[in-house]
């Protein structure tokens, strides 16, 4: 197997020391073992990426020496994620829901004030149509989440070893924002596949969330 790996970052501002060293090290990797290294510009967020910013990574990755063999832009890309998002739609996996941020923030502070994990509550699955369609007559756009197996999760991580999550102690994830952009979570799933990664090297602080990648990517 060619090892393939990616580094995405976004193009909303400048590279810092974190950004950098998961670029070395996946590029280490790569080159270590004679794979390709992939710099995918995670620019979905139209509103806040900027061509200046996009050159500055490349300007920087280049000084580093850290050279990529394939470069992709997320943003003319949107055909695939819309693709998936719909097969997720009619599979049930991805159901929309109307609750306001002020909504959700009241309901987290409720359950944490009982004892209980500030995870969604999923009430959004017992709309009925006509519900769906009053809160739309307000001018309310949905966002759409993504209905996670609540099972453990488990996969061998090459640097921590045996690594499990339980998805049922998570919140269904949002994968599409009320204004009908995508989070990063969908898009870097469809790309990993359809540029065929073989290895994802992130931050520690991206361990938690993997078992509801890992579940994206079945579904």
Sequence with gaps: MSVKVRFAPSPTGKL???NVRTALVNWMFAKGLG?????????????????????????DLTWLGL?????????????????????LKADGRLYPCYETAE??????????????????????LSLTDAEKAAFEAEGRKPHWR?????????????????AEVDTASMSDPVLIREDGLFLYTLPSVV?????????????????????????????
């Design 103 to 124: 909504e959700l923030d009241r309901r987290r502070k409720v359950q944490l004030s009982r004892g209980l994990p500030p995870v969604y509550d999923r009430a959004a």
């Design 191 to 219: 790309d990993d596949i359809d540029m065929a990664v073989t290895h994802v090297i992130r931050g520690e602080d991206h361990v938690t969330n993997t078992g509801a990648q890992i579940e994206i990517f079945e579904a």
């Design 146 to 162: 993504f209905k996670l197996d609540g099972k453990r999760v488990a996969w061998e991580d090459l640097a921590r070893g045996h």
């Design 16 to 18: 810092h020391v974190g």
């Design 35 to 59: 794979g390709s290294f992939v710099l995918r510009i995670d620019d979905t967020d139209l509103a806040r990426s900027t061509a200046e910013f996009e050159q500055g990574i490349e300007d």
């Design 67 to 87: 050279l990529w063999d394939e470069r992709h832009n997320q943003s003319k890309r949107f055909d695939r994620y819309e693709a998936a998002a719909e097969k």
